[in-house]
Nanobody, 121 residues
Framework: QVQVVESGGGSVQAGGSLKLSCTASGLDFGTYTMGWFRQAPGKEREGVACISTNGGDTTYTDSVKGRFTISRDNAKNTLYLKPEDTAIYYC???????????????????WGQGTQVTVSS
């Protein structure tokens, strides 16, 4: 049974930092491209970032480039994200597609329950 669990959400002042973690169990973590998605208030869920199996390649949606950082530790079966915007952040695992399809939600088999990040000014 695959379990995907996010943690690390909370409230932070603008300019502060949070580091989200996502631990995936029940799958061969290191063989899967992994992704982060988010849903901001009043908006649809969107892809935020994606990272290749060994962490060597990353990609970000344009609005977060230069501000967010995605990373992973395969020895710990854990994915990370440093976000800076208010939203519910979701970890997506079990990617089964081409790299250019990373923003397509249907290409991910497993999802976490989401963790809330609130940034206040």
């Amino acid at each position: 049974q695959v379990q995907v669990v996010e943690s690390g959400g909370g409230s932070v002042q603008a300019g502060g930092s949070l580091k989200l973690s996502c631990t995936a169990s029940g799958l061969d973590f290191g063989t899967y491209t992994m992704g982060w998605f988010r849903q901001a208030p009043g908006k649809e869920r969107e892809g935020v970032a994606c990272i290749s199996t060994n962490g060597g390649d990353t990609t970000y949606t344009d609005s977060v480039k230069g501000r967010f950082t995605i990373s992973r530790d395969n020895a710990k079966n854990t994915l990370y994200l440093k976000p800076e915007d208010t939203a519910i952040y979701y970890c997506a695992a079990g990617f089964d597609g081409q790299w250019w399809q990373w923003e397509q939600e249907e290409k991910y088999k497993y999802w976490g329950q989401g963790t809330q990040v609130t940034v206040s000014s």
